[in-house]
């Protein structure tokens, strides 16, 4: 089966540009989440997805971050406008089933604020 | 506060010598335990989870962890150390009933020399 697929790898843009990152899961994963290590810290979680619905976004730093799920499938990520703290690697991680499944996560982007 | 503590950043080994990750967690409630590892390039790959039952689990790779609650630690442990082995390790903690959300410890860098 394909894994989680994450595009772009990198991505550098200036501040106050905007900036989507695209997350493919799991075919058939209904979570899906998204967690951010900017760099030298730990990674963090931002939000979850169970199929369309946001079931947790307390990660979320703010109002700049905008997370959707098409109808349950993939996901997006849009950073407007985008700041130098924003910078780091975004991982997106799906699961088949909420409890006692295991995380598959992407390769990650790398986002570059300059 | 949840918090998960990785004390030392980088390590080196040579290859053929053992290793030990440690990994110290805060948690209000009975944690669930992962360590993942992360390849140049790679998203996180599970090595090994600790759910309930038996303290020491076995993983993939050749990895085991032992879970001490009188610690509040989860060290992950190889007897041989493989040049494939290096990688950063990232050991994390999470509650059974919020799925994929995970708090995650800073990482070890591991080097391994020949």
């Known amino acids: 089966e394909a894994g989680v697929t994450q595009f772009p790898s990198h991505s550098v843009i200036e501040k106050g540009q905007t900036v989507t990152l695209r997350c493919d899961p799991i075919?058939?994963?209904?979570?899906l989440y998204w967690y951010r290590r900017v760099m030298g810290k730990e990674i963090k979680f931002l939000l979850h997805?169970?199929?369309?619905?946001?079931?947790?976004e307390s990660g979320m730093p703010n109002n700049r971050f905008l997370a959707e799920r098409t109808g349950g499938t993939y996901s997006t990520l849009k950073v407007q406008p985008a700041e130098l703290e924003d910078s780091g690697v975004y991982f997106c991680a799906s699961s088949q089933e909420n409890y006692n499944s295991p995380l598959h996560f992407g390769n990650g982007t790398r986002l570059t604020v300059t | 506060a949840q918090s998960v503590t990785q004390p030392d950043i980088h390590i080196t080994v040579s290859e053929g010598a053992s290793l030990e990750l440690r990994c110290n967690y805060s948690y209000g409630a009975t944690p669930y335990l992962f360590w993942y590892v992360q390849s140049p390039g790679q998203g996180l790959q599970l090595l090994l989870k600790y759910f309930s039952g038996d303290t020491l689990v076995q993983g993939i790779k050749g990895f085991e962890a032992e879970f001490k609650r009188s610690q509040s630690s989860f060290n992950l442990r190889k007897p041989s150390v493989h040049w494939s082995d290096a990688a950063e390790y990232f050991c994390a903690v999470g509650a059974s009933n919020q799925g994929g959300k995970l708090i995650f410890g800073q990482g070890t860098e591991l080097s391994v020399k020949p």
């Open positions: 997805f169970v199929k369309e619905s946001k079931q947790d």
């Open positions: 075919s058939g994963h209904d979570n």
